[in-house]
């Protein structure tokens, strides 16, 4: 069945670079995603990258793919206090005359020291 | 102007009972969802609805069935509620078929006591 894994955890400093990363199990994705929850918070949209896409850059956020090896990242450059959330990879599944329905992963809960 | 809505956002209520969670879109979407996030912030899809097509997570308990009085509601019904039941749940609508990005809303805590 589909799968999608994320590291639980990433601590870093206020203004350096956080990168998140993802592997997912199903290759017939059509589009991946990157949502953010806040505390007590409902889900974000980030930011999502069409499967025949290597790279998406929007702002201070840069979606890296490799369908070859399933993994998806998401890099955060100057990252703030704000960007503290728990970031969700997911990948679409099912079929496609009922609405994709996504497959998230664990989350990985983004810690910004200042 | 919020793009989906959800009420109540918090319900708590003593095993047994049945109760419901509402949601609305109005992004004129196509296909609405429902998610139950646990505990520990995994994230399920339950059943997603379009145009009177139901599809169903094989693991969702046939306590738990969507309503959809129009296309811009998916209300969610849950009976003889158990304490495992405690989740929060998330409806989420898209817009085309089989493409669109899927927008949440807030999100309802719901505790079983």
């Known amino acids: 069945g589909e799968d999608v894994e994320q590291s639980l955890f990433l601590s870093v400093r206020e203004g350096d670079s956080s990168v998140i990363n993802c592997t997912y199990t199903?290759?017939?994705?059509?589009?991946l995603y990157w949502y953010k929850q806040e505390p007590g918070a409902g889900l974000q949209l980030l930011t999502y990258?069409?499967?025949?896409?290597d790279m998406k850059q929007d702002q201070r956020l840069t979606v890296l793919l490799n369908k070859k090896d399933k993994h998806l990242s998401l890099r955060i450059a100057d990252t703030q206090t704000g960007d503290s959330a728990i970031y969700f990879c997911a990948e679409t599944f099912g079929p496609n005359n009922a609405g994709n329905m996504l497959t998230f992963g664990g989350g990985t809960r983004l810690m910004v020291k200042p | 102007d919020t793009a989906v809505s959800q009420t109540p956002k918090y319900l708590v209520t003593q095993m047994g009972n049945d109760k419901s969670i509402k949601c609305e879109q109005n992004?004129?979407?196509?296909?609405m969802y429902w998610y139950k996030q646990d505990s520990k912030k995994f994230l399920k899809i339950m059943f997603s609805?379009?145009?009177?097509?139901?599809?169903i997570n094989e693991t969702v308990p046939n306590r738990f069935s969507p309503k959809s009085p129009d296309k811009a509601h998916l209300n969610l019904h849950i009976n003889s509620l158990e304490l495992g039941d405690s989740a929060v749940y998330f409806c989420a609508s898209s817009g085309r078929r089989g493409t669109d990005t899927q927008y949440f809303g807030p999100g309802t805590r719901l505790t079983v006591l």
């Open positions: 992004l004129g979407h196509d296909t």
């Open positions: 990258i069409f499967s025949n896409m």
């Open positions: 199903d290759s017939s994705s059509t589009y």
């Open positions: 609805y379009n145009n009177k097509e139901l599809i």
